[in-house]
């Protein structure tokens, strides 16, 4: 009875992912700068699954959710799933690739990225949108959570092909 309860759940938040995110909402572009000064832009993975994670280094939150992230990743790498993250609301003299570098991972991030988060809606750290292949939000998580079931379905949703 309780596998039958928890598909249930599991099944159950895999149909409220569109009312999360707005009913398939299309993920706005954006384009900012790296720490390293290089141009970068949601539309430089077009095609691809994407997770797209607004963080900032002084978040606990984040540090938390981070390695579920990648280990996500890694776990879906042949579905060539990309984290890209966009630092903001930081403290004065920040380095958010620095951070990321330090805690072992690869993925760049993006930084002063006011702006976008405002045009995302972000409230807080961490806020994690899940954008598919045709370029629509499909989850929107507001949660450190990595035990959340949710997070791998997102996944699964995000890499399916058209």
Known sequence: MRTILSAFII??????????????????NW?????????ISLADYQGK????????????YCKKLQPKLVELQEKYKKSGVEIVAISFNEDDGAQPQDSIT????????????DKVAQQYGVKGTPTTFFINRSGNVIFKS?????????????????????
Do not use: M
């Open 11 to 28: 099944l159950s938040s895999l149909f409220s992912f569109i009312s999360q995110a707005g009913n398939d909402a299309n993920a706005p």
């Open 102 to 113: 330090q805690r072992g991972y690869k993925f760049i991030t993006a930084v002063q990225g």
């Open 142 to 162: 507001s949660s450190s959570n990595v035990a959340d079931p949710r997070l791998e379905l997102a996944i699964k949703e995000i890499i399916k092909e058209d």
């Open 31 to 39: 384009t900012l700068k790296t720490q390293a000064g290089n141009s």
């Open 49 to 60: 699954p994407v997770i797209l994670h607004f963080w900032a280094t002084w978040c606990p």
